[in-house]
């Protein structure tokens, strides 16, 4: 310990890192709402092509990190499977204890730490297989947390990462709170173009939810009268689209190759 500073500390004495407080607070504020209908069945089908994605590229036995695990979903569902997992996180409350509390309640063993992806505590070349779902937007420096990433990556390890897109036809009639964004969102573009920078080679690039204004009006009126079964329909129909239409998705996965 330096200067009586954890490591911790230090990181939120840095500029780069003075909005994790706010973000936590911002975080745990939404967490105490109600999450709608149509949200909870995207979330559900973004993480399901998510987890197919991930155990697709992974092993039994093969070393996994969750980059921004919050709170520990596909680490718990990725441990069910027999990977042997590793998580970090900034946030302590609204992340880490919640996802200590549900490995726990699984009964699942898995690793998990407080630390930003920018300085991630591992040895290099110690992982198979990296994720980092929908935390790019939120780090304050992408390039450094990539180049972390691909250094802790074994040779040819594959990488697996979400980011939200901002301008999407989604949000033509209404504003997207980014306060606690660094980057205002992403197009096709410049995500593969600092996914390349960053030392990857991008395998596979899709689209997930498709919500063209009013929509989510029109499901929620759709699930009320018609209830989740038929709402989920709707929904994984619309999703086509934002697999062939990426520009008009709500997120982009990427499937990448750390490159020689």
């Known amino acids: 310990m330096r200067n009586g500073l954890s490591p911790g500390e230090r990181f939120l004495k840095m500029s780069t890192f003075r909005h994790l407080p706010s973000l936590e607070e911002r975080l745990a504020e939404c967490r105490k709402g109600e999450v709608g209908p149509v949200t909870r069945i995207f979330w559900d089908l973004n993480f399901e092509a998510i987890m197919r994605n ?6 039994k036995n093969d070393f996994v990190l969750d980059v921004g695990c919050g709170p520990g979903s596909y ?14 996180d900034p946030l302590r409350d609204v992340s880490l204890f919640e996802a200590r509390k549900r490995a726990v309640e699984e009964e699942v063993d898995v690793f998990l730490c407080q630390g930003v992806g920018e300085f991630l505590p591992f040895e290099s070349s110690a992982f198979d ?13 992408q390039r450094m947390t990539l180049r972390e990433i691909r250094r802790v990556l074994k040779d040819k390890g594959l990488f697996l990462v979400s980011v939200p897109t901002i301008k ?3 949000t033509l009639f ?3 709170e980014t306060s606690c964004y660094f980057t205002m969102g992403f197009d096709i573009r410049s995500f593969e173009e600092i996914l390349v920078d960053g030392g990857f080679r991008v395998l596979d690039l899709k689209g997930c939810g498709f919500f063209p204004p009013f929509t989510y009006r029109f499901l929620y009126v759709f699930h009320r009268f018609f209830g989740e079964k038929l ?12 697999r062939v239409w990426l520009s008009a998705a709500s997120s982009l996965i990427a499937l990448c190759e750390k490159k020689g």
Do not use: P
């Open 54 to 59: 991930a155990v697709g590229i992974s092993l």
């Open 75 to 88: 680490l718990i569902a990725l441990s069910k499977r027999g990977r042997t997992c590793y998580g970090i």
């Open 129 to 141: 297989v990296v994720l980092s779902m929908s935390t790019l937007q939120h780090v304050g420096d």
């Open 174 to 176: 209404r504003e997207v």
């Open 168 to 170: 999407n036809i989604g």
């Open 231 to 242: 709402t989920r329909k709707m929904v994984e129909l619309l999703n086509i689209f934002a």
